[in-house]
């Protein structure tokens, strides 16, 4: 049985989408203790940069000169190392659409221990409050009525997912349903049936999706538990969680 | 000439108001570069306390439970040496109503760092969109529209007033004053000038200030640029800034 107290929610803020040429240009994590519901540490810091113009300045609003200005400086590494130690302590690294974050997190040097604890990706948890499923981080943070004037800063969003757990009663359970083995819920349907495609992408379903096992059909990976609240029939195929 | 660029902005949140007797139970810290208006770090950490409830617990929501669960923790020591690096670099500590976090950070080991930085109380500062001067965090943000809907946990209120700065185009004129020589700003009046005793509280002056060299009078330290803003007329004595 999984028990789930200190998490780690984590956030990256890149240079772009592309992990193999793109850059890790802020990193931030919050250290979350479940049974105390509440913050326990927050740590964020700038990264310098190769290139002498961030690409997606107009969306993070760091400047590649602001991210160098801590180059060198003791406390860019302390604050890795931070990072590091809060990671290898927690029960799990959560992050909202965790394959981006992750795929940036194994390209930097604390890769090794960020791989030795399992992730969770809170995009693919059925949210209760959620008006549709595999939301962003802005609309789940509307859906449970918090407030949002900000993102794309990586403690900004890394805030954003800490008040949405606090404010979720039942986040551990939640959580922790997400490392335990999960199946493949399929629909088929036909070329025109948009009503049903529409209720099917807000239960958080994907029309061929290339890691499913069938073909052609609408699926999502979830928690037994959560295939009967489902509101249409769907074929279940066995898969094993793949963390 | 005073130059500010890397400010350490840093809140204390406590047990209590006396530093003697209350403890330090959240400290948090951000780096900010004025040069490119943003923040550069981030970090807060809870701080084990020796009492079994924290009285204030209904107003900064930290048990002491939730502060202990750090103790003896590697991350425990690492967010205070980064916060203690990030002081040392940094050209100048603000706080809002440092005296108080400064009487906390004075018990803290960091305290022989903390004390070779000018500390500069951003309560002081003469915010041009204030309503009213020497006013509450919460005021100011609002003040600067900056939506305010939690404070008093340690880094909600660093990123409350980093918003402001980030806000205010004349915040390094603004801070750097803070560093220069002061004279006091006085004013009498009678008992019955309710009008003009609201007008002066309005713009940051105190009745009977036991630090202004003048008794019976209201008086404010202010930069000597500030005094012909003032609404009203003063009598001026020079008094040299104490950090």
Redesign the interface.
Known sequence: MIDLD?ICICDVESTGLNPTTDEVIEL?CI?Y?LS?N?????????MPVSVDVNPVEHIN???A??AS??DG???QS??I??IE??MA?ADGILAHNAPFDRSFVDRLEISTVASSVPWIDTRSVTWPRATRQRCNLVELALAYSI?V?SNH?A?TDCQLLAHIIQREPDAKRLLEKELESKVWATWRTTVNDKEGQARAKAAGFRWNDKTCPANGVWSRLMHPDDIAQLPFDVVVMGADYAN
Request: charged share 15%; hydrophobic share 45%.
């Open positions: 200190l931030g250290l203790s105390h509440t913050v326990l540490q927050q740590v964020s810091t700038l609003g760091i400047s000169g602001a200005k801590l400086r003791p406390f302390e604050a190392d931070l130690s809060i302590y407030p004037w800063r403690l």
